[in-house]
C-alpha cells in the first residue's frame, strides 16, 4: 500500500535545530544560547479507564476481532475493515430516514429536506462500497489465496 500524506522535514511546519543543538564547536554562540540547550522535561497525558471500559474493551475486541484474527494479509483485512464499516454508516443513514419520517414534528417539507441530503450520504457511500469491493476483488484475484482463504473472506464480507 503507498503511503499517503507523509511530510518531510521542510514540511512539516517544524522548526529546524536551532546552533545549540547543532555543533558545540561552533563559534556563532553567545551566552544565552547555552541556557536554550538545557532540554526541560515535561509530564505527558495521563489516561485512566474504569474497569467496565477495559473489560469491554478487552472483551468484545472490536467489531473487527475477527478480521484481525483471521490470518488473512493486512492489505485484505483493512479492505475488508473499510467494508464493513462503510456497510454500517449506510446502515445508520437508513435508519436515520426512517425516524425522519416517523417524526409526527416535522412538517413534509423538512422531511423532504432531511432525507434527500442523507440519501445525498447514501449515494456517496455506496460509492465508497462500490470501489472498496472491487479493490478488494482485485487484491483476493493476486494475492494468490487458498480455497480456504478465499471462503474466509466471503464469510467475512457477509457479516456485518
Request: charged content about 25%; overall charge neutral.
Amino acid at each position: 500500500m503507498a503511503a499517503i500524506g507523509t511530510l518531510g522535514h521542510a514540511s512539516s511546519g517544524v522548526e529546524a535545530l536551532s546552533d545549540p543543538f547543532k555543533n558545540a564547536d561552533d563559534k556563532g554562540r553567545d551566552a544565552e544560547s547555552t541556557t536554550q540547550a538545557t532540554p526541560t522535561l515535561v509530564e505527558g497525558v495521563k489516561v485512566s479507564l474504569s474497569g467496565a471500559s477495559i473489560e469491554r474493551s478487552a472483551g468484545s475486541g472490536g467489531d473487527n476481532r475477527d478480521i484481525e484474527e483471521s490470518g488473512l494479509p493486512e492489505n485484505i483485512q483493512q479492505l475488508l475493515k473499510m467494508i464493513r464499516k462503510l456497510q454500517k454508516e449506510i446502515a445508520e443513514k437508513k435508519a436515520l430516514i426512517e425516524k425522519i419520517m416517523a417524526d409526527k414534528r416535522l412538517s413534509n417539507e423538512e422531511k423532504i429536506i432531511k432525507v434527500a441530503a442523507l440519501r445525498g450520504a447514501i449515494a456517496a457511500l455506496n460509492t465508497g462500497l462500490i470501489t472498496a469491493n472491487l479493490a478488494l476483488s482485485k487484491v483476493v484475484g493476486q494475492s494468490g489465496l487458498t480455497s480456504d482463504q478465499n471462503m474466509k473472506v466471503g464469510s467475512l464480507l457477509m457479516k456485518n
